[in-house]
């Protein structure tokens, strides 16, 4: 378990190394901005800082989730680190438990050993004085035990010395069997607290290399959490990086983006000039394509300069949205719609093939054989240029919205 644990947290670490090169490449990959003329120097400029602040909220929100990840794990190390602690701490207080009932059975032996010493010491003794009292009986001869009879000076006196004599042998007897149960007694014992002390030392030993592999999953486990919390110290100073990094690429895009809105006025101020017959000025206002156009053009919400204004300058467009939702957005409003160009349609080309993410829009102002077409179009060859150019291929158009009047 604390080698997979362990094993696992570095497959996690080298994981992440992993997505931030990916993280790198991604970032190094040029990435959609905002819409913008790409003629205007703050366009380049702030698409360019856009990218980079993508990328950067992108390591950031990864840097988040792999924070998140190592937090977790930090959390199930240290719970359990603390339960191996628990456990350590309860095994060494088996251990010293286990010793102290060691030493408690060695005191016992100890007294037991002195005992059955005593014991061995008090037969021997008795031994030696019955034998010593037989001999001495056996070397008087039975003239002696007549002798001891016969001068009872009465018949009780020569029974009580004739019961008297096998008493002290029988006592002495007696008294030796005694000594001897007690002995085998305490020799009994011994065995049993000599048995008990070998359980004990086994268990000991059992105890003692359990706490080995404790430590040494606690040791492992600690490591594991020790590192995950290097990795979490990491990524918390790569987090305050990033988040100062933002912090500065946001301000930059505000900046860029002020100077875009005001590169852009300036352009749209100075009337920036009409290209090849693609629309002329009357009076200073632009000239619709169509008689049928109001002189001022339709009614148009969109930004100066855009494709989708020169389209709804000379088209009652009642729908939203960038160039590449016109064709969708019509049809939602039961506006017909056509595969085929005519004359005033609006042609409308999703994103792709030198258009940008947004799409782009035109008006049919005529259509030649072989479904070739020419359209009057803005911001094809730059914010605010008027041109007009044939159509020969149908690549990424969405569709053709006819005109209706």
Same mark, same amino acid.
């Given at each position: 378990?604390?080698?997979?644990?362990?094993?696992?947290?570095?497959?996690?670490?080298?994981?992440?190394?992993?997505?931030?090169?990916?993280?790198?490449?991604?970032?190094?990959?040029?990435?959609?901005?905002?819409?913008?003329?790409?003629?205007?120097?703050?366009?380049?400029?702030?698409?360019?800082?856009?990218?980079?602040?993508?990328?950067?909220?992108?390591?950031?929100?990864?840097?988040?989730?792999?924070?998140?990840?190592?937090?977790?794990?930090?959390?199930?190390?240290?719970?359990?680190?603390?339960?191996?602690?628990?456990?350590?701490?309860?095994?060494?207080?088996?251990?010293?438990?286990?010793?102290?009932?060691?030493?408690?059975?060695?005191?016992?032996?100890?007294?037991?050993?002195?005992?059955?010493?005593?014991?061995?010491?008090?037969?021997?003794?008795?031994?030696?004085?019955?034998?010593?009292?037989?001999?001495?009986?056996?070397?008087?001869?039975?003239?002696?035990?007549?002798?001891?009879?016969?001068?009872?000076?009465?018949?009780?006196?020569?029974?009580?010395?004739?019961?008297?004599?096998?008493?002290?042998?029988?006592?002495?007897?007696?008294?030796?069997?005694?000594?001897?149960?007690?002995?085998?007694?305490?020799?009994?014992?011994?065995?049993?607290?000599?048995?008990?002390?070998?359980?004990?030392?086994?268990? #000991?030993?059992? =105890?003692? *290399?359990?706490? @080995?592999?404790?430590? +040494?999953? %606690? /040791?492992? $486990?600690? &490591?594991? !959490?020790?590192?995950?919390?290097?990795?979490?110290?990491? #990524?918390?100073? =790569?987090? *305050?990086?990033? @988040?100062?990094?933002? +912090?500065? %690429? /946001?301000? $930059?895009? &505000?900046? !860029?983006?002020?100077?875009?809105?005001?590169?852009?006025?300036?352009?749209?101020?100075? *009337?920036?000039?009409?290209?090849?017959?693609?629309?002329?000025?009357?009076?200073?206002?632009?000239?619709?394509?169509?008689?049928?156009?109001?002189?001022?053009?339709?009614?148009?919400?969109?930004?100066?300069?855009?494709?989708?204004?020169?389209?709804?300058?000379?088209?009652?467009?009642?729908?939203?949205?960038?160039?590449?939702?016109?064709?969708?957005?019509?049809?939602?409003?039961?506006?017909?719609?056509?595969?085929?160009?005519?004359?005033?349609?609006?042609?409308?080309?999703?994103?792709?093939?030198?258009?940008?993410?947004?799409?782009?829009?035109?008006?049919?102002?005529?259509?030649?054989?072989?479904?070739?077409?020419?359209?009057?179009?803005?911001?094809?060859?730059?914010?605010?240029?008027?041109?007009?150019?044939?159509?020969?291929?149908?690549?990424?158009?969405?569709?053709?919205?006819?005109?209706?009047?």
């Amino acid at each position: 378990m604390a080698a997979s644990l362990k094993r696992s947290s570095r497959q996690r670490f080298a994981s992440l190394i992993t997505a931030w090169l990916l993280l790198g490449l991604i970032a190094a990959r040029p990435q959609p901005a905002a819409a913008c003329d790409a003629s205007l120097p703050a366009c380049r400029q702030l698409q360019q800082v856009q990218q980079q602040e993508s990328a950067a909220q992108r390591q950031l929100q990864q840097i988040d989730a792999a924070r998140l990840d190592a937090q977790s794990r930090a959390g199930a190390l240290a719970d359990l680190v603390s339960r191996l602690q628990a456990q350590v701490a309860a095994q060494q207080a088996a251990i010293a438990a286990t010793r102290a009932a060691i030493a408690d059975l060695d005191r016992q032996i100890r007294f037991t050993q002195a005992d059955l010493t005593r014991s061995q010491a008090h037969l021997t003794v008795r031994q030696v004085l019955l034998q010593q009292r037989v001999r001495s009986l056996d070397e008087q001869g039975p003239a002696d035990y007549v002798e001891v009879l016969v001068t009872a000076r009465s018949f009780t006196q020569l029974v009580d010395r004739a019961f008297l004599i096998r008493d002290i042998i029988g006592s002495e007897e007696r008294l030796i069997d005694q000594v001897r149960q007690a002995r085998d007694q305490v020799q009994g014992v011994e065995h049993q607290l000599e048995g008990e002390r070998v359980r004990q030392v086994t268990l #000991l030993a059992q =105890q003692e *290399a359990q706490e @080995q592999q404790l430590d +040494a999953e %606690l /040791a492992t $486990q600690q &490591q594991a !959490l020790a590192e995950e919390q290097q990795l979490l110290d990491q #990524l918390r100073g =790569q987090r *305050a990086e990033l @988040q100062a990094r933002v +912090a500065s %690429l /946001a301000a $930059q895009v &505000q900046g !860029l983006s002020d100077r875009y809105q005001r590169q852009l006025a300036q352009v749209v101020a100075g *009337a920036r000039s009409v290209a090849t017959g693609g629309g002329t000025r009357s009076g200073g206002v632009l000239a619709p394509l169509f008689s049928y156009v109001p002189p001022g053009g339709f009614p148009d919400p969109f930004p100066f300069g855009q494709c989708t204004w020169w389209a709804a300058y000379n088209y009652p467009v009642t729908w939203g949205g960038n160039a590449t939702d016109w064709y969708g957005n019509a049809r939602a409003q039961g506006v017909p719609t056509s595969s085929s160009p005519s004359v005033g349609a609006i042609v409308v080309w999703g994103a792709g093939h030198g258009y940008s993410v947004y799409g782009h829009v035109a008006i049919v102002v005529a259509v030649g054989s072989g479904g070739s077409f020419e359209v009057s179009e803005m911001n094809y060859q730059g914010l605010g240029i008027i041109d007009r150019r044939w159509v020969g291929s149908y690549d990424d158009i969405e569709g053709f919205i006819p005109y209706r009047g």
